[in-house]
């Protein structure tokens, strides 16, 4: 879940100078669902561009076709009816907008934190944890400094989400190191909040 929502919002993020190289961490729903381009159309795509989306007789916008060639969905009141949104869309969602919210962010670190991060993720001898702590302590700093304007929690997850990509930004060869640590950082810190934004 925290893999998925922190790919998704880099994917919307402005500002990403990596996006090409963060193909290499979609989530694994993401890399099977890839399909060969079918013959005669264009391809389309889900999610900011990265899976395509089958067309053609059988498939439409509506509602996908399963393997058993039944669509997804359940009957109500004797019609069918399109399934809710799926984790993933909601996951989707949620990103775009906490993303939003990071581009507004942005502007509130300073060179010089992203600077030090850098750093922490360059040197070898640290461990993850130390890093996460470290991270820990630059996200709370940051966070007292912004405007209490929204929960507390979703500001410090956001700002842990715009830190990975101002570094990676920085340094793009931190990619996989910078995610995973933030991956896991964010499961420790956030995953019960983040359980309940994908809940409401």
């Not at 989530?27 to 989306?53: A, F």
């Not at 570094?167 to 793009?172: A, D, E, G, L, R």
């Amino acid at each position: 879940m925290e893999h998925a929502l922190l790919y998704t919002f880099l994917e919307a993020s402005s500002d990403c100078q990596f996006k090409e190289q963060l193909w290499s961490l979609a989530p694994l729903s993401d890399r099977e669902r890839i399909v060969p381009r079918r013959q005669g159309g264009p391809e389309r795509y889900l999610g900011g561009g990265l899976v395509p989306r089958l067309q053609g007789p059988g498939f439409d916008d509506d509602s996908e076709l399963q393997c058993d060639g039944n669509r997804s969905g359940h009957l109500q009141n004797g019609e069918l009816e399109a399934d809710a949104p799926t984790n993933e869309d909601v996951i989707r969602i949620i990103a775009a907008q906490l993303a939003e919210i990071g581009d507004k962010l942005d502007k509130d670190v300073q060179g010089n934190v992203v600077n030090d991060l850098v750093q922490h993720f360059l040197n070898e001898n640290l461990s993850r944890e130390e890093i996460m702590r470290h991270m820990s302590r630059v996200v709370r700093e940051l966070a007292q400094a912004i405007p209490a304007d929204m929960e507390q929690e979703r500001v410090m997850l956001v700002l842990a989400m715009v830190l990975t990509k101002k570094i990676v930004n920085t340094v793009p060869s931190l990619l996989h190191r910078a995610f995973n640590v933030t991956v896991d950082f964010m499961n420790q810190q956030f995953h019960n909040y983040i359980d309940e934004m994908l809940g409401e």
